[in-house]
């Protein structure tokens, strides 16, 4: 079977070896040795500068700490083309999403429609950066302090990627990430919350740990955010092979797009002046039809892409219902082709020529 992708596992004595620095120092939550090692690790290889990091038990959590923070009950102005926990974040915290349509080449938010969904109820804007390809920042930046609103970016494919010579988590007022298991850097389920303001990490550091200040008193509310030690041994175990998996990944991508149709396929366009991290292949057909073909063809052969992102956000039944063209038009025929370290050049080839064979 290929799915769509595959956990990168490290060699399990290396992630023994991290475990056991746990069990010796018999702690194994509240953040300890280990936790306080990735971070590190993480902030040196993210080249962060400006923002600080602060790992999370998983990469919902840190949407949800960022809009009880920012978003105030308030309308969110967000995108209908993103994973489901975008919406679900912004509805679980009580705020309203108002959905701006996307950008038909680059699959992030339309920066040139947002200015016409700001309301005086409006108090964030949260865009993603679909598959790691980053929004417009420095526009929606501008429309952001034009309005005094927050800008809270769901950057949970953005593991490594650079925009304008700089880590893409340096950007809004918060980002986030995830390191599930699918991700191209892992803790087995996992997240990071960055930001740049000292007050604002302050009250994202208390939020994400009960309010705590120390064990008896209490800065104000919050939930459990925490991650694990062993957790963060698995990503101090992965952590060496990142450079390793970025590059693999790259050349499977490579595969596809020198050998895929493309009189009958589109790809994302990336964003001028990125590092894009090859953490997604996502591929359009021409309409949705065509899409179900191959993938019956693919299922077939046992072949497991994913139809990512599907359906638009903007149609799920507890947001309130509006019309959003080019999202509802690319998830109906948008697909992400299997991507992963192991995967093989015979794999891949395999299933680009199932593909063209199905096009032709």
Known sequence: MIPVTKTFLPPLEEYT?????????????????????????????????????????????????????????????????????????????????VFVDIHPDYLTIDETKIEAAITDKTTCILATHVFGNPCNVTEIDRIAKKYNLKVIYDAAHCFGVIHQGKSIFEYGDISTCSFHATKLFHTAEGGAIFCKDDKLFHEIYYSHNFGHDGPLEYHGLGI??????????????????????????????????????????????????TIWNYGYFPVLFQNEPQLLQTLQLLNEELIFP???????????????????????????????????????????????????????
């Not at 991650?227 to 390793?244: H, K, Q, T």
């Not at 998996?245 to 149709?261: F, G, M, P, S």
């Not at 994913?306 to 039944?317: A, D, E, K, V, W």
């Open 224 to 273: 459990n955010g925490k991650i694990s030690e062993l957790n963060a041994a698995m990503g101090l175990a992965v952590f060496p092979y990142i450079n390793e998996i970025i590059e693999k990944r790259k050349t499977v991508a490579e595969v596809y797009t020198h050998n895929l149709d493309k009189a009958k396929l589109a790809f994302m366009s990336i964003r001028q002046d």
């Open 17 to 97: 070896q991290q475990v056991q620095r746990a069990y010796h120092n018999n702690w194994i939550t509240n953040r300890g040795e280990l936790v306080l090692e990735l971070e590190e690790k993480l902030r040196v290889f993210l080249q962060l500068k400006e923002s600080k990091i602060l790992i999370t038990n998983n990469g919902t959590i840190p949407l949800q700490i960022a809009l009880k923070l920012l978003g105030k009950g308030g309308e969110i102005i967000t995108t209908p083309f993103s994973y489901v926990a975008t919406t679900a974040a912004i509805v679980w915290e009580n705020c309203t999403p």
């Open 306 to 360: 994913r139809r990512y992102f599907y359906p638009s956000l903007n149609t799920l039944h507890y947001v309130k219902a509006s019309q959003q063209k080019v999202s509802e038009e690319v998830a109906s025929k948008i697909i992400c082709f299997p991507i992963y370290s192991t995967i093989t050049h015979d794999e891949v080839e395999k299933i680009v020529g199932i593909i063209n064979q199905a096009l032709a």
